[in-house]
């Protein structure tokens, strides 16, 4: 029988065969494969280096749909001397496939702090295994950055939670981990960071303290939460069992990404900040009617643009002021 939903092609025997389109190369089929050295990083480091002006300190990862708010109109604005690499002309460099994650680097400045946002990030259910989805994180740090902010798009788990909320992270459950799928998987380069890293700071408390007196500030504080979120492999949302379970472990939100990153970063010693934009509103019941679906994602993405601008914005502006003197 047929398979659905492919291009197919008869071959010159008459057998079937599907049709490639627009699929990423993948080179690693094996997902526990360890990642590039260190000196290959340092190549691409040394690369980026060679193409801008700035030595960003903090790097910043648009989620799902908000990448968005680097574009016109929005957090672009704010990054003075914007500098743009396409991930395609960057090497060693995966490539975005995902509606909402353009592919490029911004290079420039966010209240004259020197900033390198991703515009888009790898997820493991485009085919990347975890090492190489977490690759741009070690490059980051090769170019000088000592502090992460991760956004993500979630669903929200957490009953009290309403869609366009935004949670701040203050832990993670590293579902992936639990069957053994980590980025640090394979031979540990101690020039990165130590074999067996701690994470029970994972998310600095300086940082989250900050972020709730910023949203005060910016008068948001009713629509910022915190919480726990969770990364599971996707593509697929989530069945209600699974969420349920999630729930009774202690859950507040569902994504794809983030967890590894974050383990990635910490490991070679930067602070890390995660913020996730509740998009919509885990189904976690048989009685409930409508289906999770990516562009809900995307247009909530959208409506919380410039919100997501002006808290990111300072954000970075008072972690700066914060200094290398506080805890991680
Ligand atoms: O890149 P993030 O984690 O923000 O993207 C989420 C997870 C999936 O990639 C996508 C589902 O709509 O949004
Ligand atoms: O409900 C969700 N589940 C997993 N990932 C997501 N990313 C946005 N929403 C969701």
Not at 12 to 35: D, H, R, S, Y
Not at 304 to 328: A, P, W, Y
């Amino acid at each position: 029988m047929a398979p659905v939903n492919a291009d197919i092609n008869v071959n010159g025997n008459g057998a079937f065969i599907l049709a490639k389109k627009g699929l990423p190369e993948i080179v690693e089929n094996e997902k526990f494969t360890q990642g590039y050295s260190y000196e290959i990083l340092l190549d691409t480091a040394n690369f980026l280096l060679s193409k801008i002006k700035v030595r960003p300190r903090i790097g910043v990862i648009c989620g799902s749909g908000m990448g968005s708010y680097w574009k016109d109109g929005s957090l672009a604005e704010n990054i003075e001397d914007a500098e743009c690499i396409p991930y395609e002309d960057i090497p060693n460099f995966p490539v975005s496939t995902v509606e909402g994650h353009h592919g490029k680097l911004v290079f420039g400045k966010i209240e004259g702090v020197p900033v390198v946002a991703m515009q888009g990030r790898f997820h493991y259910y485009e085919g990347y295994p975890l090492w190489k989805c977490c690759l741009p994180v070690r490059v980051m740090k090769l170019l000088g950055v000592d502090t992460l902010i991760a956004t993500n798009a979630a669903g929200g788990l957490n009953p009290n939670y309403n869609i366009g909320d935004l949670m701040i992270v203050k832990d993670h459950i590293n579902m992936m981990g639990f069957a053994g799928n980590n980025p640090l998987h394979g031979p540990n380069d101690d020039r990165f960071g130590p074999r067996f890293p701690p994470m029970n700071k994972a998310y600095n408390y300086e940082f989250r303290k900050i972020a709730k007196e910023v949203a005060k500030e910016l008068e948001i504080e009713n629509i910022v939460r915190e919480g726990v979120y969770t990364c599971l492999g996707g593509p697929n949302f989530e069945t209600v069992a699974e969420l349920n379970m999630l729930k009774m472990v202690g859950v507040d939100a569902v994504g794809m990404s983030t967890v590894h990153e974050v383990i990635t970063a910490r490991h070679c010693d930067m602070n890390v900040f995660a913020l996730s934009l509740i998009t919509n509103e885990c189904i976690a019941s048989y009685d409930q009617s409508g289906e999770a679906n990516h562009e809900e994602v995307l247009d909530v993405g959208k409506v919380r643009q410039d919100i997501l601008r002006k808290f990111v914005s300072r954000l970075v502006e008072r972690f700066t002021q914060l200094g290398g003197s506080h805890e991680k």
